[in-house]
């Protein structure tokens, strides 16, 4: 099974700081097609998870370009340039190269 | 548009199993597989299992002695069908889809296992 290890598990910011999330997985999500499924999701308290980022890279539609992934094979990123009151809740690592298998989760909260 | 749609009973009596059908449109069930994912506070987001387009299926090991998923191809409907529910079963149940570009997603089911 694909380990998705996510840190850091609580992010305290202030409001129009950077942030910044960290992936790592235990094997490549490099697809055999070449394409790479880790994506990001943003989850707030009562609602199902909200996709941000697809395959890396791709900010998903009506998403703002404050949001940015980056990363490959193992290692993968996600940066909140200037945080906003809405940005605040619970970051998803997510891939689908190999099955599915999510990260652990990153609370972010205001400092 | 590639829509999942999932119909269940909210509540089930522990040692019942839980039913949930996941219809789906925009996609046929020949082409693509369907997944199924929970999210429960004490674990977090969990694979489950899957029905590939050929109609085989992988479980997690975990549930693989009380998971069964089926479908009916004609009537593009999935079945997820698990037993000997428990308390630590509590959860959003959801059907899912994979594509080239991101998953897409049932509406999920919250499932809670009381008396």
């Known amino acids: 099974d694909v380990v998705m290890t996510q840190t850091p598990l609580s992010l305290p910011v202030s409001l129009g700081d950077q942030a910044s999330i960290s992936c790592r997985s235990s094997?490549?999500?490099?697809?055999?097609?070449?394409?790479?499924?880790l994506h990001w999701y943003l989850q707030k308290p009562g609602q199902s998870p909200k996709l941000l980022i697809y395959?890396?890279?791709n900010r998903f539609s009506g998403v703002p370009d404050r949001f940015s992934g980056s990363g490959s094979g193992t290692d993968f990123t996600l940066k909140i340039s200037r945080v906003e009151a809405e940005d605040l809740g619970v970051y998803f690592c997510?891939?689908?190269?190999?099955?599915?298998?999510f990260g652990s989760g990153t609370k972010l909260e205001i400092k | 548009q590639v829509q999942l749609k999932q119909s269940g009973p909210g509540l089930v009596q522990p040692s019942q199993s839980l039913s949930i059908t996941c219809t789906v449109s925009?996609?046929?069930?020949?082409?693509?597989?369907v997944h199924w994912v929970r999210q429960s506070p004490g674990k977090g987001l969990e694979w489950l299992g899957v029905?590939?387009?050929?109609?085989?299926?992988d479980y997690n090991a975990a549930f693989i002695s009380r998971l069964s998923i089926s479908k009916d191809n004609s009537k593009s409907q999935v079945f997820f069908k698990m037993n000997s529910l428990q308390a630590d079963d509590t959860a959003i149940y959801y059907c899912?889809?994979?594509?080239?570009?991101?998953?897409?997603w049932g509406q999920g089911t919250l499932v809670t296992v009381s008396a």
């Open positions: 899912a889809r994979n594509s080239d570009d991101y998953p897409y």
């Open positions: 925009g996609f046929s069930l020949t082409s693509y597989g």
């Open positions: 029905i590939w387009s050929g109609g085989s299926t």
């Open positions: 094997q490549s999500l490099v697809h055999s097609n070449g394409n790479t499924y």
């Open positions: 395959k890396v890279s």
């Open positions: 997510s891939q689908s190269t190999h099955v599915f298998t």
